[in-house]
């Protein structure tokens, strides 16, 4: 079972609405990474959270400690945010684990 | 900067042949790392240098070896490959191997082994 479970799996939505992907994990953490992955394979990172929210343009992202749970919001959602959006997890020896993916299509 | 650059993008090989992958980052980043990827499954580290001058496995090693050239290269060398390395491989790069840094990504070589 992998540490590192995010949903939805795929999720399909209209230009404009406001997008959330969750990530939950099993274990103490000391950071979670959100990646993007772009349909020609490039592999960006979004964010690095140990404690709270943080925002970038129109994406924010949130973790909650003692429910061992994040989310990436994306508001004003646009085609060009079409990607694989991954969560990593990274505990106490620092070994990452990464999340499968939530593949996200956005029509215009 | 360049970043993280790897080659080759594409590669295809026949059962039994060997190849290197070849990684080189221009971050003066400390460490380095190979990953693999295959569909419904999340990136899987093979190997990885914390610091120039070591390497050590990761969670997928059997059937790769890998060298840290000087603090900007880190290969990947496959000696006799087989069907089941037939993935896209990532070479990443970070500023120590702590979970809280970034690791930066490069573009990918798309390997398939007949």
């Known amino acids: 079972k992998n540490e590192v479970e995010q949903s939805p799996q795929n999720l399909t939505a209209q230009e404009g609405e406001f997008i959330t992907i969750n990530c939950s994990y099993s274990?103490?953490?000391?950071?979670l990474h959100w990646l993007q992955q772009h349909p020609g394979g490039g592999i960006v990172s979004l964010f690095m959270l140990s404690s709270g929210k943080k925002k970038h343009g129109r994406l924010i992202a949130t973790i909650n400690i003692q429910e061992k749970h994040s989310s990436l919001h994306i508001t004003a959602s646009h085609p060009r945010d079409s990607a694989v959006y991954i969560c990593?997890?990274?505990?106490?020896?620092?070994?990452?684990?990464f999340g499968t993916g939530t593949l996200l299509a956005v029509q215009p | 900067n360049a970043g993280v650059t790897q080659t080759p993008k594409f590669q295809v090989l026949k059962t039994g042949q060997s190849m290197t992958l070849q990684c080189a980052q221009d971050m003066n980043h400390n460490s380095m790392y190979w990953y693999r990827q295959d569909p419904g499954m999340g990136l899987r580290l093979i190997y990885y240098?914390?610091?120039?001058?070591?390497?050590d496995k990761g969670e997928v090693p059997n059937g790769y070896n890998v060298s840290r050239l000087n603090k900007r290269e880190f290969s990947l060398r496959l000696e006799s490959a087989a069907p089941s390395q037939t993935s896209v491989y990532f070479c990443?790069?970070?500023?120590?191997?702590?979970?809280?840094?970034?690791?930066?990504f490069g573009p990918g070589t798309r390997l398939t082994v007949l």
């Open positions: 274990v103490g953490i000391s950071a």
């Open positions: 990593v997890y990274g505990g106490a020896t620092n070994k990452l684990i």
């Open positions: 240098s914390a610091s120039e001058g070591t390497t």
């Open positions: 990443a790069s970070s500023f120590s191997g702590r979970a809280v840094y970034e690791q930066f």
